[in-house]
């Protein structure tokens, strides 16, 4: 059976850390900084050997001896940038904070995450022609799914919108796909609707709040 997938990402970010206090270590340590670095302001499209080992201060060689191509270390850096964020999202959802303050910081990191979203999304392009990566791609996906499950689920049982047509999982479902909507066209340069789509939530969110206030409240 395999391993679920917030574990795969948490066993290869130990393994970074592990091997960071080594030579060897310190050289993947370097190459990984400068792909992330080279990934946002160019792309991978227009990084080679050469310019991402002088960019590491190492021998080109080295690239493909620690990581055998220089795609298996573009899927790395998606990895490694992917266990940041969503340990810093976990932490975000587990503070006891209303939800709607939940909701306003996760959207402030939607909009502060854009470099990792143009190395998610360039990565994710890759894989669309090279199927031996979508595994790797799709993990991510599905861990940043597994993040938010917990905070959803309870804001979906403390506003009561699992009495009508959707689960919990078809809400997360449904944040999840605006979610990457919105980063696509953002990306893409679009922002028409955005403003006005959030405000909207934003009210609605509001009326749940003082919803659940008044339901709360003992009768007597």
Not at 49 to 65: D, F
Not at 71 to 78: K, S
């Amino acid at each position: 059976m395999e391993p679920p997938p917030i574990i795969c990402l948490r066993s290869a970010a130990r393994r970074v850390r592990a091997s960071r206090a080594s030579p060897r270590g310190e050289t993947e340590q370097r190459l990984l900084d400068a792909a992330e670095r080279l990934l946002i302001q160019v792309g991978y499209a227009s990084i080679t050997t050469r310019t991402l080992a002088e960019e590491a201060g190492v021998n080109h060689g080295l690239v493909h001896y620690y990581f055998g191509s220089m795609e298996e270390l573009f899927l790395r850096v998606l990895e490694r940038f992917t266990q940041r964020l969503t340990e810093r999202q976990r932490a975000m959802y587990a503070a006891p904070i209303p939800f709607i303050e939940k909701w306003r910081e996760a959207m402030r990191y939607l909009d502060e995450d854009r470099p990792y979203q143009k190395i998610w999304w360039e990565l994710q392009a890759l894989a669309w022609n090279r199927p031996e990566y979508q595994p790797r791609v799709l993990l991510v996906h599905t861990v940043w799914r597994d993040a938010m499950r917990t905070a959803v689920s309870q804001a979906v049982g403390c506003y009561r919108l699992d009495t009508g047509p959707f689960s919990a999982e078809d809400w997360i479902t449904l944040i999840v796909t605006m979610n990457t909507g919105v980063i696509h066209q953002r990306l893409s340069g679009i922002d028409e609707g955005h403003t006005s789509l959030l405000a909207a939530i934003e009210r609605w969110m509001t009326t749940l709040d003082e919803r659940a206030a008044h339901h709360s409240v003992p009768e007597g």
